[in-house]
């Protein structure tokens, strides 16, 4: 999972980082999290504690999402925001049931996620 630095297209739609967040979600593993974030990476959100989740505790929180689908909402390309960050609108389901939903802004480093802030 080895991702070129971002430049700045009109739309970052197909760029295969988010593919790879969204397939995280998916099938959580402390390798994927490894490939994919940089060693420091952070992941804050308003359910999460203040400081936020790293590493073990991140895994952890993915793992309690297992039996859901993490997906991007159909119809609303993946953007890049002025300060290259990735934005995805993302839908959280348990079969039919609609579970969550939000926007997750991924700041990347290198062509790896140093930083996710959820917005739900």
């Given at each position: 999972m080895?991702?070129?630095?971002i430049?700045?297209p009109?739309?970052a739609?197909?760029h295969p980082?988010?593919?790879?967040?969204?397939?995280?979600?998916?099938e959580?593993?402390?390798?994927?999290?490894?490939?994919?974030?940089?060693?420091?990476?952070?992941?804050?959100?308003?359910?999460?504690p203040?400081?936020?989740?790293?590493g073990?505790?991140?895994?952890?929180f993915?793992?309690s999402l297992k039996?859901t689908?993490?997906?991007?909402?159909?119809?609303t390309?993946?953007?890049l925001t002025?300060?290259?960050?990735?934005v995805?609108?993302?839908?959280?389901?348990?079969?039919?049931?609609?579970?969550?939903g939000?926007?997750?802004?991924?700041?990347v480093?290198g062509g790896?996620?140093?930083?996710?802030v959820?917005?739900?």
């Amino acid at each position: 999972m080895s991702h070129p630095s971002i430049t700045p297209p009109a739309t970052a739609a197909a760029h295969p980082l988010v593919a790879d967040y969204i397939s995280l979600h998916n099938e959580p593993s402390a390798e994927g999290i490894a490939a994919l974030f940089t060693p420091d990476f952070v992941v804050m959100g308003s359910t999460l504690p203040p400081e936020g989740l790293r590493g073990e505790a991140y895994l952890g929180f993915l793992q309690s999402l297992k039996g859901t689908a993490f997906t991007q909402d159909a119809d609303t390309p993946v953007e890049l925001t002025e300060d290259k960050r990735l934005v995805l609108r993302w839908t959280l389901r348990n079969g039919e049931t609609r579970l969550a939903g939000g926007v997750d802004y991924l700041s990347v480093d290198g062509g790896r996620i140093s930083k996710v802030v959820g917005v739900y």
